[in-house]
T-cell receptor, first 110, second 111 residues
C-alpha cells in the first residue's frame, strides 16, 4: 500500500526554538517535495529533493532526503511567527502520481 | 513567477447540477493535475495529464471527468454534483525540473 506519513500532525513551538518535521513513505521513490499552505490559501512549493542525501536550505528551513530509510526531514531553525502554516510532503511513486502526507500544522508562539 | 489560474474561486450549487471548474496555465507545462482537499486535510489526486489528449484517473476520480484539448487548459467536470463533492479543488502544473505550481483553488459547496 502506498502511504506517506507525517509527524507530528500538530506542532506548537516558541519563537527562537528549533524543531524537525518527519515524512516517512512506504515504497521506493527518489523524488520528494515539501510544500507550505497558509490558511485558506493554495500550496507553495518549498523544496524538491531528487536524490539520496539531498539537502536544501531556504532561510530558516532545511530539508533532507534519505531514500534508503524512506525518510525526509524538514528542520526549522530559530522559528519565527511568519513560519506558522501547514507543511506537506509529497512523494511520486509511479509515473507522475503525487501522494501527499497528512500535513503538519505549525503554530509559532511569541 | 508561476501563472496558473482557476475559475471560479467560489461556487455554491444545488445537488444534481453539472459544473465545470476551469484551470489554465501560461507556462507551457505538459503535466497538469487536479486535486481535492478537505479543510485541514491532505490532498488527493483526482486526475492528471501528461499532455494534449492524454489523461489518467487518480485514486479519487470522484465521478468527474477531464479533458486536455490544449496544453494550457485542463477543465474538470462534475456531471451531477452531490453534497459529498463539497471541498476545495486545486489545479497544478509541473515543470521539467519537477516543481509543481498550484492555482489558487476553487471552493465548491453543494447544497
Amino acid at each position: 500500500e502506498l502511504k506517506v506519513e507525517q509527524n507530528p500532525l500538530f506542532l506548537s513551538m516558541q519563537e527562537g526554538k528549533n524543531y524537525t518535521i518527519y515524512c516517512n513513505y512506504s515504497t521506493t521513490s527518489d523524488r520528494l517535495y515539501w510544500y507550505r499552505q497558509d490558511p485558506g490559501k493554495s500550496l507553495e512549493s518549498l523544496f524538491v529533493l531528487l536524490s539520496n542525501g539531498a539537502v536544501k536550505q531556504e532561510g530558516r528551513l532545511m530539508a533532507s532526503l534519505d531514500t534508503k530509510a524512506r525518510l525526509s526531514t524538514l528542520h526549522i531553525t530559530a522559528a519565527v511567527h511568519d513560519l506558522s502554516a501547514t507543511y506537506f510532503c509529497a512523494v511520486v511513486f509511479t509515473g507522475n502520481q503525487f501522494y501527499f502526507g497528512t500535513g503538519t500544522s505549525l503554530t509559532v508562539i511569541p | 513567477e508561476a501563472d496558473i489560474y482557476q475559475t471560479p474561486r467560489y461556487l455554491v450549487i444545488g445537488t444534481g447540477k453539472k459544473i465545470t471548474l476551469e484551470c489554465s496555465q501560461t507556462m507551457g507545462h505538459d503535466k497538469m493535475y487536479w486535486y481535492q482537499q478537505d479543510p485541514g486535510m491532505e490532498l488527493h489526486l483526482i486526475h492528471y495529464s501528461y499532455g494534449v489528449n492524454s489523461t489518467e484517473k487518480g485514486d479519487l476520480s470522484s465521478e468527474s471527468t477531464v479533458s486536455r484539448i490544449r496544453t494550457e487548459h485542463f477543465p474538470l467536470t462534475l456531471e451531477s454534483a452531490r453534497p459529498s463533492h463539497t471541498s476545495q479543488y486545486l489545479c497544478a502544473s509541473r515543470d521539467s525540473g519537477y516543481t509543481q505550481y498550484f492555482g489558487p483553488g476553487t471552493r465548491l459547496t453543494v447544497l
